[in-house]
């Protein structure tokens, strides 16, 4: 795959090239290569075939997180979010131990101590992680998905948007089953604080803890407003919003 640098941008094929847009810029690829007939019957094959089924059970897992957490994850994501949760997903399938190969699944992988390591405190919007945003201390209630902040000065411990005035703080306990993909989300009110001097202690506790077993998911979102006239309005580019993977249990 080649970088195209040119005045004129070109998406189609062209003889054996490809031209297209990704979200780098515009690439340009011979075509050719195996054809898909005999990368499914082939024996010479068969690892091939392994990796790619593999390959669409981490990513049917991400997509399933991903809607999973449809309600806050729309509003802190990043464009490369899905490549990012793949590779992750990736990884905990890796722990798999017991499925043979092209059966690996990420359901296996996460009944493996080492999973949760791989997948707490991971940040949906990498353009604003919250150890880049918020310095403070947090802590989770398993038990009730209750997720409380230590005493903190919005004004000295949280890195805002250029024109923000308010900040809105709202948990999410989450469980998910990876083997039959049910799920349940529940959240906490959106609490609305201003960006002012002074110490505040949230503790964020969600209206319900989920009735479904599987693995327990608690999230972290942050969004920012600005008051106009005595209403608060939500900043569009998102840049700053965070929603982080702040435990699993």
Known sequence: MAKLKSLIKVEGTLDDLTFYKGTDGYFVRTKGGVSKNRIMNDPAFARTRENGTEFGSIAGSGKLLRSALGPMLFKAKDSKLTSRLVKVMGQIK?????????????????????????????????????????????????????????????????????????????????????????????????????????????????????????????????????EVNGVNYLLNNGAFNVLNLVKIS
């Not at 101590?113 to 802590?139: C, H, K, Q, W, Y």
């Not at 000065?153 to 709202?170: C, I, M, N, V």
């Not at 009735?211 to 999230?219: C, D, E, L, M």
């Open 94 to 226: 890796n722990l798999d131990s017991v499925s043979v190969r092209g059966e690996r699944n990420v359901a296996v992988g996460m009944t493996n101590a080492t999973a949760t390591p791989m997948l707490e405190g991971f940040d949906f919007n990498a353009r604003a992680t919250m150890g880049s945003v918020l310095n403070a201390i947090v802590t989770v209630d398993a038990l009730t998905g209750a997720i409380s902040i230590s005493s903190f000065d919005p004004l000295q411990q949280l890195r805002s948007a250029e024109g923000a005035t308010h900040f809105s703080l709202q948990a999410g306990f989450l469980k998910l089953d990876f083997a039959t993909e049910v799920y349940e989300l529940t959240q906490s009110a959106e609490t609305v604080y201003p960006i002012v001097p002074g110490t505040i202690t949230p503790v964020l506790t969600p209206t319900a803890v989920p009735t479904v077993t599987g693995t327990g998911f608690h999230v972290l979102l942050i969004e920012f407003f600005q």
